[in-house]
């Protein structure tokens, strides 16, 4: 498994791992919409964005926080992800998934938003590891 849960009194702690810095944020979005939603997700729609940050951390939140945002106004639910990451910090990304549907789809658990609280991301030997608080 790429992540795994961390007791938290009110929030969601995870611990998310991957072998580059992509496949830690792809992991790092499966996490979310595992926990969230259950369901067949098709890959019927497109969504492309592109962010710019300041740092790995930051960014980390602000791709969360993108996700987030295209589930909760537009009901997306990636499915596939092609994303870059520049070591200045930029994220393009084009996700292939589903609009949730109540006929297909269940919310298992609200994620509200990425916190700060406890944020890190680090390379461990020839692993990347972050862990993440999550509002509920």
Not at 32 to 59: A, C, D, H, M, Y
Not at 109 to 134: D, G, M, P, Q, W
Request: with cysteine; glycine share 4%; charged share 30%.
């Amino acid at each position: 498994m790429s992540y795994k849960y961390l007791n938290h009194t009110a929030d969601l702690g995870v611990e998310i791992e991957g072998r580059t810095i992509t496949e830690l944020f792809v992991n790092t979005a499966k996490a979310i919409f595992e926990t969230q939603v259950k369901g067949k997700i098709l890959k019927k729609q497109n969504l492309t964005f592109k962010i710019t940050s300041i740092s790995l951390e930051e960014l980390l939140i602000e791709w969360c926080r993108e996700l987030l945002y295209n589930f909760s106004v537009k009901g997306f639910i990636p499915k596939q992800y092609k994303i870059e990451i520049t070591d200045d910090f930029e994220l393009r990304a084009t996700l292939n998934g589903d609009i949730f549907d109540k006929k297909r789809h269940q919310i298992k658990l609200e994620i509200k938003n990425a916190t700060y609280h406890s944020l890190s991301v680090k390379k461990i030997k020839h692993r990347y590891h972050a862990t993440i608080i999550f509002d509920v």
